[in-house]
C-alpha cells in the first residue's frame, strides 16, 4: 500500500515536471474531480459496510469517543498555533490539521480544493503524522499509558498503525483504537472542506 | 465541498443498506485502491507542473514537519489528559 503510493506520487511529480505541458491542466483537473468523488463513494460504501462498529461502541459506552474527540481538540490546537507560527491563514492551518494523518485523502482534498502548495503540505505533514506515529506508539504506550498511544496515529489507528498499537497494548485498547480511527477518517471528508471556508 | 459530502453520503446509503457480499466490498477496495492511485498520481503531477511550488520544496518540508508535530504533540497531551481524568486505571 505505502509503497503503492509512493510510487504513485512520485511517477506524477515525473510526468508533470517532465511530460505534461501547461495546456493539459483543466484536462487533470477534470480527471482528479471525478477521480475523487469515485474515491469518495467507495470510502463512503466501507464506511456503512462496517457500521458494525457503531454496534460494538455501544457495548464499550459513548465514553470512548472522548478519545477521538480529544484528538480533535488537540490536531486543531496543534494545527492553530502553527498556522500562527508560520503565519499561515487560520482556516488553511486547521484543514490541514484535520486530515488526523490520512494523508492520501487531505492531500488530494486540499490540491483540489485549494492549491497544489496546500495539498502537498497536507500530504507531506500527514505523512509525517504517521511517521512520528510510528516511533512513538510504543514509547507513549511504555511510558504514560495505552490509550493514549493511540493520539499519534489519528485517523491511521484503524489501518497502518493498527498492528504497532496492538502489539504495544492489549485487545481492548486495540479496539478502541480501531473505533478511533474509524470515527476519525469518518471526520476527515467533512471536517477539511469545513475548515478551509474559515 | 458539497459534492464530496452527497458521494459520501450516497456512498454510506449502498454500504448500509444494499446487503453486500464479501466479493462486492472486496471489489470495492479494489476499485478504491485503483482510484486512490490515479488520484495521487494527479496530484503529483499537479505538484510537478508547479515549478514555483517545486522550488519551495525546503519551506514545505519544514512547515509540513511543524505542523505534523504539533497536531501529535497536543494530541497526546489532549488524550493523556481524558485518560487520566475519565479512564482512570488503564
Known amino acids: 500500500m505505502s509503497i ?3 510510487i504513485s506520487v512520485c511517477t506524477g511529480i515525473l510526468f508533470g515536471f517532465l ?5 493539459i491542466k483543466p484536462f487533470i483537473e477534470n480527471a482528479s474531480g471525478f477521480a475523487l468523488y469515485f474515491l469518495i463513494l ?3 460504501i466501507e464506511l456503512g459496510y462496517n457500521r458494525s462498529v457503531f454496534h460494538r461502541l455501544r457495548i464499550l459506552g459513548p465514553k470512548v469517543l472522548l478519545i477521538p474527540l480529544s484528538i480533535v481538540l488537540g490536531s486543531l490546537t496543534g494545527g492553530l498555533l502553527t498556522g500562527l507560527i508560520l503565519n499561515r491563514s487560520i482556516g488553511t492551518s486547521l484543514s490541514i490539521a484535520s486530515g488526523f494523518g490520512w494523508y492520501s485523502l ?3 482534498l486540499l490540491t483540489r480544493l485549494a492549491s497544489a502548495e496546500i495539498g502537498a503540505v497536507a500530504f507531506l505533514s500527514n505523512v509525517f503524522r504517521e511517521l512520528i506515529a510510528v516511533m512513538t506508539i510504543p514509547l507513549i504506550a511504555k511510558h504514560l499509558n495505552f490509550l493514549t498511544s493511540i493520539a499519534p496515529a489519528g485517523a491511521t489507528s484503524m489501518d497502518s498503525t493498527l498492528p504497532i498499537i496492538s502489539e504495544a497494548t492489549d485487545n481492548e485498547t486495540a479496539l478502541i483504537s480501531f473505533i478511533n480511527g474509524f470515527t476519525l477518517s469518518a471526520l476527515v471528508p467533512f471536517l477539511v472542506p469545513f475548515f478551509l471556508n474559515f | 465541498m458539497i459534492n464530496v459530502l452527497i458521494f459520501l453520503f450516497i456512498g454510506i446509503m449502498i454500504g448500509s443498506f444494499a446487503n453486500l457480499n464479501k466479493k462486492a ?3 470495492n477496495s479494489k476499485l478504491q485502491f485503483f482510484g486512490l492511485m490515479l488520484l495521487l498520481f494527479f496530484m503529483g503531477s499537479s505538484i510537478g507542473m508547479n515549478k514555483s511550488l517545486l522550488s519551495n520544496l525546503k519551506t514545505i518540508g519544514i512547515d509540513s ?4 508535530s504539533s497536531a501529535a504533540f497536543f494530541s497526546v497531551l489532549f488524550v493523556y489528559g481524558t485518560t487520566k481524568r475519565f479512564f482512570e486505571g488503564r
Open chain 1, 42 to 44: 467507495t470510502v463512503g
Open chain 2, 65 to 68: 514537519f511543524a505542523y505534523a
Open chain 1, 4 to 6: 503503492g503510493i509512493i
Open chain 1, 19 to 23: 511530460f505534461f505541458p501547461a495546456e
Open chain 2, 25 to 27: 466490498v472486496l471489489l
Open chain 1, 106 to 108: 487531505s492531500g488530494i
